[in-house]
């Protein structure tokens, strides 16, 4: 799913009349873009925006022009004027609403009216909620539709690539190495991918060995997200004791991988995964790093003890950034410890 995907599906559940969006991202800029398109889709004529520094704000109303800053912070009055005042089609976007809900406790109950008030008088206006953190309350639960903005998928990765060997003058790279680098980029954000092809060019040249580099800056990324940890393992098949069976069945699944279109086109199945049990010391843990090392595969380790928070919802929010950033590197071997 890409940037065109995301575009057409906020499209959708405006057409269809839903009030209030909630988009899932760690990529505001790339967000905001998108619903930049969404007002041009939808042929909204105003676009306002709220976020705690500057409160609410919109180039095209010259009403809020005249707001003192204390007013335009508040978001009682942000939400009054939004369910009252607007007559044309309009997107209200809010940054990090989140922080807010956690410690307003009535600030649920304001949006819920506002909500209701929309559609009640037929206000043409959508709210939309861009936030890191998934965590709605629970009051506006069924008025709320999640969206989740994904990351850059291959071919925009590909296009940005593209774009930046341009723009620096290294266009002369082979399709090989732009594969291999487009493979490795996996998983980052727009700004990350960026800032990751600058650091490689710094000396003057793109090759084999920058990525270990971009390799290198993932596990720095993975490291802040504070719920994964990046593993790079040495281990071989050969330093497992015994179990031939697992053995046989990981040579069996290599295979698959290396044929990977072939076996699409046969229909065969690809492994799920691996539940392994055990007293502490007979190779549970070897094995994920031999499996990742044989699927020559990033290795990603999850542990249960981190993803549990003290605080109601943290730990569900822990384990959905630790599956979206999962997914968003794969192909890759996830190790659940201490499942």
Known sequence: MGKRDSITQISDYIFAGFKFLYLYTTEELKTLEILK???????AEKIYTYYTVRGLECEKDKKLKYWKKEYKQNIYMALDFISESIEVKSLAIFKDIYNLFETDRTLARAFKNCIENILTKKIPVTLIAISPVLQIPPEIEKETVVVDIPLPSRDEIKELLEKFLKDTGFSGVPESLKSKLIEA?????????????QLCVQDGEINEDDIN???EQKKQLIRKGGVLEFIKPEENIDDIGGLEFLKEWLRQK?????????AKQFGVDLPKGILLYGMPGCDKSLTSKVTANYFEMPLLRLNMGIIMGPYVGQSEENMRKAIKLAESIA?????????
């Open 331 to 339: 192909p890759s071997v996830l190790w659940i410890d201490e499942l």
């Open 213 to 215: 580099t971009i390799i």
């Open 37 to 43: 398109e969404v007002a041009q889709e939808i042929e």
């Open 254 to 262: 290599k295979f698959i991988f290396d044929n990977i279109e072939k």
């Open 185 to 197: 980029l996996n998983g980052v954000t727009e700004v990350e991918i960026r800032n990751i092809l």
